[in-house]
């Protein structure tokens, strides 16, 4: 299983915790983890490493100087649209992961899904309404769904066939006056159509989609959550590792940081 991951030393740790729960329940097969990073080393993943997976550390070439940043949204959020011309053209397809996940079941059928000619599979947190919002704002009417970017099954394959490097930044540049949530708004403008929706109870949980289950749903509860969603993401500014955080899915986050503390021993608070 390919992992990609695009993130700065600030987010370290937690991203960390990510890796670990992954490691955790999906030790049954080989995971190749790819880290495009301005500031991370190697030895930040020795643990990791030790404990069998595999890591690729990648240095950034584009030009984003001019792309719309914040502390929020670093440089590092546009880095996963250009992974089909960073990793080895060996890699067909990659799963790429936020930092602020917590993985709790297999992600083998994940992996294996057939994305047929889409360019990626990921879930989608807007109902048809803000789906059409973003449609008209964006001017990609034909698109199908304005997707989550925490958690994406890129087809790296086909991505190299239709697009290049230079292509992504004239679309990240072009669009800057327009750009709200800047990584999820490109990916929507360049890939269109060619998109794939995935079960978001499943594989990117959020607190607010499980809140709007809940008030949709009385069958969906914790012990739902337990037994049936793979990937937990704390997404926006509500995080369990913030003070003022507010929510029922933070219990997991917490149960495996306190694993991760043991695992990563003394080198763990460091980061």
């Not at 991951?5 to 983890?33: C, E, H, P, Q």
């Not at 937990?232 to 029922?248: A, D, L, Q, T």
């Amino acid at each position: 299983m390919d992992i990609l991951l695009t993130l700065n030393r600030n987010y370290l740790r937690i991203a960390l915790i990510m890796l670990f729960s992954l490691w955790k329940n999906n030790s049954d097969g080989k995971i190749r983890v790819f880290v495009i990073s301005r500031d991370l080393e190697m030895s930040d993943f020795n643990p990791l490493r030790e404990s069998g997976m595999e890591f690729s550390l990648i240095r950034p070439s584009m030009n984003l100087e001019s792309a719309i940043t914040t502390k929020r949204y670093p440089e590092e959020m546009y880095y996963r649209l250009f992974a089909f011309s960073i990793l080895p053209e060996s890699v067909d397809k990659v799963l790429y992961l936020d930092p602020d996940i917590i993985v709790r079941k297999s992600l083998k059928e994940l992996y294996d899904l057939d994305t047929g000619t889409a360019y990626v599979a990921g879930c989608t947190h807007v109902r048809e309404l803000l789906t059409k919002i973003n449609s008209l704002r964006l001017k990609t009417e034909e698109s199908k769904a304005y997707l989550n970017t925490g958690v994406l099954l890129m087809n790296l394959a086909l991505l190299r066939k239709d697009f290049t490097k230079e292509e992504i930044v004239h679309t990240i540049m072009e669009n800057r006056p327009r750009l709200l949530l800047p990584d999820q708004d490109v990916l929507v403008i360049l890939f269109r159509d060619r998109i794939m929706t995935i079960d978001s109870f499943r594989y990117n949980l959020s607190d607010r989609i499980y809140s709007l289950c809940r008030l949709e749903d009385r069958n969906i509860n914790i012990e739902s959550v337990k037994k049936n969603t793979a990937i937990i993401h704390y997404c926006g500014r509500n995080k369990p590792w913030r003070e003022g955080y507010h929510g029922e899915l933070g219990q997991f986050f917490n149960e495996y940081e306190r694993e991760a503390k043991s695992f990563f021993d003394g080198t763990f608070s460091c980061c």
